[in-house]
């Protein structure tokens, strides 16, 4: 006897949608079957859609910055992503320069993040780590981690990974099986002053920063035969150069994620009354290269939310230095990216995420012998968004018109939302098995 039947439902399997039921046992799917077979529970599906549970790759929960901590930890942060059909979510360690950082680093972030209802991950984080690439590189891979992000830019915070150090990394990354993430900004084109305010980000951090440093990063994937992940592309513009110039390594070696506000907004906001709501870094981008973004979604192979998000409050600063830069999203990514792109979104927020960080086959898919993760979505309740679960007291996609709505998201076998209502639940910490 089954523990958990989820009965006629509309299953998303390889791309296509199969009417059958799946029956769960020990936390795990353990048959895919249009029989009716014996369980001890039963969740009636007929008329939703069942998908596999959703994997963010991108979020900053208790992440301390300077004055500020953003406003949602790791309880809170899981509770909204739960609302929003997210299973597992991928945080980052704080930033280390040296190997004997980084077991501190790691030991630090799992203490805050037993409070979590759903499973996660982290990334490693380097800040200028020089002289320290292949030590750092056997300390990661002995806590079993299969990624590690560096920034490109950050230089007067001492943040900013130098070319050399990323060109040791990607020597090492295939060798060592491990995955460089970049957030990606040309540090020299970058303009930020005490005199700027809101109107001026998209200007002091422009799309030509973030596209020229892509196309010398890709050249650098290329060259040294390395494997990168781009963070939050924001630029339709970026997206075009990589595919006009790097197409036989996107998808391969070098990937691309974006986060639903890069589609859903452009930086005329900026000088709207509330436009101080919207800071993030990279910023928002012209109405043209938003339009181009979604023309050329199909070569974004996932998305993150990079939820990071304060309160209305800390935001209101005349000054754009003094601004705590990041939003909110893990509840709202899948219904804003979905009501946009219907089903060509999905494995962008399952299967890819889950081959590129390791954690394919036990997520990411609806298969016997996977966790069973699943998300039952009702594709006729259209709705607007309005508040959500996060602790930050606004979201920007406050307003939005999105079609379907999340019903329910189970965890290894165990409801976390069901039918609306939070049940609750203990998230697993997933290493790398390699």
Same mark, same amino acid.
């Given at each position: 006897m089954f523990d958990l039947a989820i009965m006629n439902g509309e299953l998303y399997i390889e791309g296509n949608y199969v009417n059958s039921n799946i029956y769960i046992s020990d936390g795990k799917i353990s048959k895919i079957s249009k029989q009716v077979l014996r369980s001890k529970d039963e969740y009636n599906a007929i008329g939703k859609k069942i998908f596999p549970g959703f994997i963010d790759p991108h979020v900053h929960f208790e992440l301390k910055g300077g004055k500020y901590t953003s406003s949602d930890d790791f309880y809170s942060g899981s509770v909204s992503a739960a609302y929003g059909g997210i299973t597992t979510f991928i945080d980052f360690l704080d930033p280390i320069s040296t190997s004997a950082e980084l077991e501190k680093a790691y030991l630090k972030r799992r203490k805050l993040s037993k409070k979590s209802v759903i499973d996660y991950a982290f990334h490693g984080t380097v800040k200028n780590p020089k002289n320290q690439v292949e030590q750092i590189v056997n300390e990661l891979k002995k806590l079993h981690f299969s990624s590690v992000k560096l920034f490109t830019t950050y230089s007067e915070s001492n943040r900013r990974t130098y070319d050399e150090e990323i060109i040791k990394l990607l020597k090492f990354s295939k060798e060592k099986q491990f995955i460089v993430l970049a957030h990606i900004e040309n540090n020299d084109l970058i303009n930020m002053n005490s005199k700027q305010k809101i109107c001026d980000l998209p200007i002091a951090r422009s799309s030509k920063a973030e596209t020229s440093e892509a196309k010398k990063l890709a050249h650098y994937t290329r060259k040294y035969d390395g494997s990168m992940? =781009?963070?939050?592309v924001s630029s339709g513009n970026t997206v075009k150069a990589l595919k006009e110039d790097f197409s036989d390594i996107i998808n391969s070696d070098f990937y691309i994620e974006s986060c639903p506000h890069y589609f859903t907004y452009n930086n005329d906001i900026y000088n709207k009354e509330d436009g101080i709501l919207y800071s993030m870094v990279p910023p928002l981008r012209s109405k043209e290269e938003v339009t181009l973004l979604k023309e050329l979604i199909d070569n974004v192979n996932t998305? /993150?939310?990079?939820?990071?998000?304060?309160?209305?409050?800390?935001?209101?600063?005349?000054?754009?230095?003094? &601004?705590?830069? !990041?939003?909110?999203?893990?509840?709202?990514?899948?219904?804003? =990216?979905? @009501? *946009?792109?219907?089903?060509? &979104?999905?494995?962008?927020?399952?299967?890819?995420?889950?081959?590129?960080?390791? *954690?394919?086959?036990?997520?990411?898919?609806? @298969?016997?012998? @996977?966790?069973?993760?699943?998300? &039952?979505?009702?594709?006729?309740?259209?709705?607007?968004?309005?508040?959500?679960?996060? *602790?930050?007291?606004?979201?920007?996609?406050? !307003?939005?018109?999105?079609? /379907?709505?999340?019903?329910?998201? &189970?965890? %290894?076998?165990? $409801?976390?939302?069901?039918?609306?209502? $939070?049940?609750?639940?203990?998230?697993?910490? *997933? %290493?790398?098995? %390699?």
């Amino acid at each position: 006897m089954f523990d958990l039947a989820i009965m006629n439902g509309e299953l998303y399997i390889e791309g296509n949608y199969v009417n059958s039921n799946i029956y769960i046992s020990d936390g795990k799917i353990s048959k895919i079957s249009k029989q009716v077979l014996r369980s001890k529970d039963e969740y009636n599906a007929i008329g939703k859609k069942i998908f596999p549970g959703f994997i963010d790759p991108h979020v900053h929960f208790e992440l301390k910055g300077g004055k500020y901590t953003s406003s949602d930890d790791f309880y809170s942060g899981s509770v909204s992503a739960a609302y929003g059909g997210i299973t597992t979510f991928i945080d980052f360690l704080d930033p280390i320069s040296t190997s004997a950082e980084l077991e501190k680093a790691y030991l630090k972030r799992r203490k805050l993040s037993k409070k979590s209802v759903i499973d996660y991950a982290f990334h490693g984080t380097v800040k200028n780590p020089k002289n320290q690439v292949e030590q750092i590189v056997n300390e990661l891979k002995k806590l079993h981690f299969s990624s590690v992000k560096l920034f490109t830019t950050y230089s007067e915070s001492n943040r900013r990974t130098y070319d050399e150090e990323i060109i040791k990394l990607l020597k090492f990354s295939k060798e060592k099986q491990f995955i460089v993430l970049a957030h990606i900004e040309n540090n020299d084109l970058i303009n930020m002053n005490s005199k700027q305010k809101i109107c001026d980000l998209p200007i002091a951090r422009s799309s030509k920063a973030e596209t020229s440093e892509a196309k010398k990063l890709a050249h650098y994937t290329r060259k040294y035969d390395g494997s990168m992940y =781009m963070v939050h592309v924001s630029s339709g513009n970026t997206v075009k150069a990589l595919k006009e110039d790097f197409s036989d390594i996107i998808n391969s070696d070098f990937y691309i994620e974006s986060c639903p506000h890069y589609f859903t907004y452009n930086n005329d906001i900026y000088n709207k009354e509330d436009g101080i709501l919207y800071s993030m870094v990279p910023p928002l981008r012209s109405k043209e290269e938003v339009t181009l973004l979604k023309e050329l979604i199909d070569n974004v192979n996932t998305i /993150g939310t990079d939820h990071c998000p304060f309160t209305s409050k800390e935001k209101q600063k005349e000054k754009l230095l003094d &601004i705590p830069m !990041g939003i909110g999203g893990v509840e709202h990514s899948f219904n804003i =990216m979905y @009501s *946009l792109f219907k089903e060509k &979104i999905i494995d962008k927020m399952t299967i890819n995420p889950a081959k590129i960080f390791n *954690l394919y086959p036990r997520k990411g898919i609806l @298969s016997e012998g @996977s966790d069973a993760d699943i998300v &039952i979505y009702d594709p006729l309740k259209n709705h607007t968004i309005t508040n959500d679960h996060s *602790l930050s007291d606004y979201t920007v996609y406050k !307003g939005q018109s999105v079609s /379907g709505q999340i019903e329910s998201t &189970i965890v %290894r076998g165990n $409801f976390i939302v069901k039918k609306g209502i $939070f049940i609750g639940g203990t998230g697993e910490y *997933l %290493r790398d098995s %390699r």
